[in-house]
Structures are given as structure tokens and as C-alpha cells.
T-cell receptor
Framework: DAKTTQPPSMDCAEGRAANLPCNHSTISGNEYVYWYRQIHSQGPQYIIHGLKNNETNEMASLIITEDRKSSTLILPHATLRDTAVYYCIATSGTYKYIFGTGTRLKVLA | EAQVTQNPRYLITVTGKKLTVTCSQNMNHEYMSWYRQDPGLGLRQIYYSMNVEVTDKGDVPEGYKVSRKEKRNFPLILESPSPNQTSLYFC?????????????FGPGTRLTVT
């Protein structure tokens, strides 16, 4: 599975879009990009995943660059409840998951 | 309600006293996995299971055992716990990871070994 790199922390104003970047320059063609978040010490929560097309669901949008070497998770209107650690994972579904240390997003009132 | 449950949620024990942390899911998922989380290290995978009687090591399997005798249960066994196994443990399940599939996580078990 490809290694991912994320900034350790970011701030975002409440109501604004939060754009969380992830670099996965060694990703291979069959590897999906997944995003999870963890609020305090709760179990991680799935947000979204994609292979090469951009994806959107009720929680967020995922933008994957054409060369697939990086992606951005977008929370369109961040709220205080979106304060969490966000993890980007690249995996081919070979059952091994590498979470990394993620990005700590703080949404400011 | 679809969920992954773990028991106990909190456990304080002493070095060398065998313990089991149970994990159960009610979603008929094939895939289950255990992770530990330590400050500054993120979540690290301990063991995973692709289906009943099929398990494999993750990144940090030393000191742990698992078994998968039934589809819904995936207990984590510490035969002789040591203080360096003090951690927050999460169990997760997924229908399948082949072709993409999200994991559902349990609430966590906070283990302290003295």
C-alpha cells in the first residue's frame, strides 16, 4: 500500500470550507484513497473513498488529481463538530490498513 | 442497529495476567481487524481476519493472539500482558475490502497494564 503524507494540523473558520490535502505519490493503479476521521478517542468514522473519479456524499467531497498522486478532502461548511483528526489511507484492499498520524483539524468559532 | 461492540471498554490489569478483549459485529461482515492507538503513533494494525478461520498479522502482532471461530466474533488475546501493551484498542469490521469497502469501528477498549 502507498504511503500517505498529511499536514499534522490545520485550522478552519466555522462555516467555511475545510480543504484537507493528502499526498500519495507512490499510489498504484488499483489502490483506493480512503478518508476517515476520529473525534477525540472515539472509533474512527468512515467519510468517503475513491479510485480516480471525484466523489461526493452527504459528508464531504473527495477530489483526486488526474495523476492520482494527491487528493483533497473537502468539508463544504465546517462546523465545530468537524473538529477531529482526519486520516487519509491508500489501500488496494489487501486487508492491510496503514493509518498514519493524520491531520488534526480544528474548526474555530 | 448495525454496530461493532467491544468488551470491556476499560481494563486495568497486572503484568502477566492473561486477558481477552471481545469484539462482535452484527453486520455479517467477512473482514475484521484489530488496531492499537498510542500517542503520536496513530492507529497500527495488530491482526486481521478475512473470514472464519483465516487470520493474518498486521504491523504489530507481537504479544497478541486472535481467533475467528465464528463470523461475528474476533477476540483479541493477550497471553502475558506487559506494560508496553498499555494502549487504546479498536476492533473494526467490513463487508469486504476487495474493490473498496469502508470499515466500521467499535468504541474502543482502554487497557492499562501495570
Amino acid at each position: 500500500d502507498a504511503k500517505t503524507t498529511q499536514p499534522p494540523s490545520m485550522d478552519c473558520a466555522e462555516g467555511r470550507a475545510a480543504n484537507l490535502p493528502c499526498n500519495h505519490s507512490t499510489i498504484s493503479g488499483n489502490e483506493y484513497v480512503y478518508w476517515y476521521r476520529q473525534i477525540h478517542s472515539q472509533g474512527p468514522q468512515y467519510i468517503i473513498h475513491g479510485l480516480k473519479n471525484n466523489e461526493t456524499n452527504e459528508m464531504a467531497s473527495l477530489i483526486i488529481t488526474e495523476d492520482r498522486k494527491s487528493s483533497t478532502l473537502i468539508l463544504p461548511h465546517a462546523t465545530l463538530r468537524d473538529t477531529a483528526v482526519y486520516y487519509c489511507i491508500a489501500t488496494s484492499g489487501t486487508y492491510k490498513y496503514i493509518f498514519g498520524t493524520g491531520t488534526r483539524l480544528k474548526v474555530l468559532a | 442497529e448495525a454496530q461493532v461492540t467491544q468488551n470491556p471498554r476499560y481494563l486495568i490489569t497486572v503484568t502477566g495476567k492473561k486477558l481477552t478483549v471481545t469484539c462482535s459485529q452484527n453486520m455479517n461482515h467477512e473482514y475484521m481487524s484489530w488496531y492499537r492507538q498510542d500517542p503520536g503513533l496513530g492507529l497500527r494494525q495488530i491482526y486481521y481476519s478475512m473470514n472464519v478461520e483465516v487470520t493474518d498479522k498486521g504491523d504489530v502482532p507481537e504479544g497478541y493472539k486472535v481467533s475467528r471461530k465464528e463470523k461475528r466474533n474476533f477476540p483479541l488475546i493477550l497471553e502475558s500482558p506487559s506494560p508496553n501493551q498499555t494502549s487504546l484498542y479498536f476492533c473494526a469490521s467490513s463487508f469486504t475490502l476487495a474493490g473498496g469497502g469502508e470499515q466500521y469501528f467499535g468504541p474502543g477498549t482502554r487497557l492499562t497494564v501495570t
